[in-house]
Nanobody, 123 residues
Framework: QVQLMESGGGSVQAGGSLRLSCAGS????????MGWFRQAPGKEREGVAT???????KYTDSVKGRFTIAKDKADNTLYLQMNSLKPEDTAMYYC?????????????????WGQGTQVTVSS
């Protein structure tokens, strides 16, 4: 059974940084897309960053140049380094995975989800 667990959220001032982690357990297969999504109150869940098994990454426009997605295959951990945080980055952040090699921005395409970690950025 695949399980994902996020950590690293918190409260920071605008311009600050946070690093989110997602610890994975269970077997996803050799071709996996993993991603970070976020959901702010009253808004739909949106894709933030994705990474394929071959380390091809994609970012939503609003975080390009500020966020970096990476994974450590040795310990099955996904990361999201968030720099230059803005108040509009405030949201619950979720780690997700799907057992196919290509990534999409649609949350419905992802089979596995973590419980989420809150990020709050104050101005």
């Amino acid at each position: 059974q695949v399980q994902l667990m996020e950590s690293g959220g918190g409260s920071v001032q605008a311009g600050g940084s946070l690093r989110l982690s997602c610890a994975g357990s269970g077997y996803l297969g050799s071709n996996v897309c993993m991603g970070w999504f976020r959901q702010a109150p009253g808004k739909e869940r949106e894709g933030v960053a994705t990474i394929t098994s071959s380390d091809f990454t994609k970012y939503t426009d609003s975080v390009k140049g500020r966020f970096t997605i990476a994974k450590d295959k040795a310990d099955n951990t996904l990361y999201l380094q968030m720099n230059s945080l803005k108040p509009e980055d405030t949201a619950m952040y979720y780690c997700a995975a799907r057992s196919v090699w290509w990534c999409t921005w649609s949350s419905s395409d992802f089979n596995y989800w973590g419980q989420g970690t809150q990020v709050t950025v104050s101005s």
